[in-house]
């Protein structure tokens, strides 16, 4: 059974930082992807960042160059480091897996994987 719980969300102003956390277990090792994505106030979903199995990694350009996407494989966890942040970041953000046929290009379609958590608030005030 997946298990993902986030956690790390909160409120900064514009130009802060936040590190979120996501405790993912019970997910295909040998060939998987695990996913950032976010959800604002009457948008789509949009997925953020993406890496899998062989450490490759996928950013949408609205988050390339300010968002790090990693990984602490002995401790289960995935991370979203985010720097610079803007008020157009405020969303729901939801750590994602299924297989590695969902890590690609800009994380487009990370908003379309089968398995996610329950989600936390990041709130950027300008």
């Known amino acids: 059974q997946v298990q993902l719980v986030e956690s790390g969300g909160g409120s900064v102003q514009a130009g802060g930082s936040l590190r979120l956390s996501c405790a993912a277990s019970?997910?295909?090792?040998?060939?998987?992807?695990l996913a950032w994505s976010r959800q604002a106030p009457g948008k789509e979903r949009e997925g953020v960042a993406t890496i899998d199995h062989d450490g490759k990694i996928s950013y949408s350009d609205s988050v390339k160059g300010r968002f790090t996407i990693s990984q602490d494989n002995a401790k289960n966890t995935l991370y979203l480091t985010m720097n610079n942040l803007k008020p157009e970041d405020t969303a729901m953000y939801y750590c994602?897996?299924?297989?590695?046929?969902?890590?690609?290009?800009?994380?487009?379609?990370?908003?379309?994987?089968?398995?996610w958590g329950q989600g936390t608030q990041v709130t950027v005030s300008s």
């Open positions: 994602a897996a299924d297989s590695a046929d969902f890590c690609g290009e800009h994380a487009t379609n990370a908003r379309f994987m089968g398995y």
């Open positions: 019970g997910y295909t090792r040998s060939r998987y992807c």
